[in-house]
């Protein structure tokens, strides 16, 4: 689905976003455009199920404006992701900590492409480096754990050194 919206702030739009996911939006793009006379303008486009497009729209046009929008016809095709949790015992130094931690396995006939940390369990992660070591970037975290669950996916328990 393509959006136009030509008369809300960031701050409606943004939340707007935030409940287009909440509906069953699989994935929201929000681009930024100008309209006629030169006017700022947001482009939104929106990956649903066709089941959803009544519903979407009508909060589309009562939220955010919208006199219409286009259907567009696509074949997406989705990667087989699934949502594991891993308890993963972080060593820093002398400090240790054991969290749980979702990651996002990125599958494609059978074959595992992707490995994705959450990003409020690589906070927490941070959290306890700061506390025990001091700095230490958010990527680099990120790295070491999707590495060790990538090298182990079947693996419950892992540990990681940062």
Known sequence: MLVQVDDRSGETVGHALEELVGMGVR?????????K?????????????RELETPVAAYLAAE???WGYH???ATHRHFDVTLVERRVTAVCGEQRAT?????KLFHQDGVLLRVKL?????LELQRFVRA???????DELRT????????HPDEAELEVRL
Do not use: F, I, Y
Not at 118 to 122: G, I, Y
Not at 132 to 138: D, I, R, Y
């Open 27 to 35: 994935n929201v793009q929000l681009l930024s455009s100008h309209t």
């Open 37 to 49: 006379k030169g006017r700022p303008g947001m482009v939104l486009l929106l990956d649903l199920d």
């Open 64 to 66: 955010l404006g919208a």
């Open 71 to 73: 259907v567009l016809t």
């Open 99 to 103: 969290l749980t931690v979702r990651c």
């Open 118 to 122: 959450e990003h409020a369990d690589a």
């Open 132 to 138: 025990s070591a001091g700095v230490c970037p958010l």
């Open 144 to 151: 070491v754990v999707e590495r060790a669950v990538r090298h």
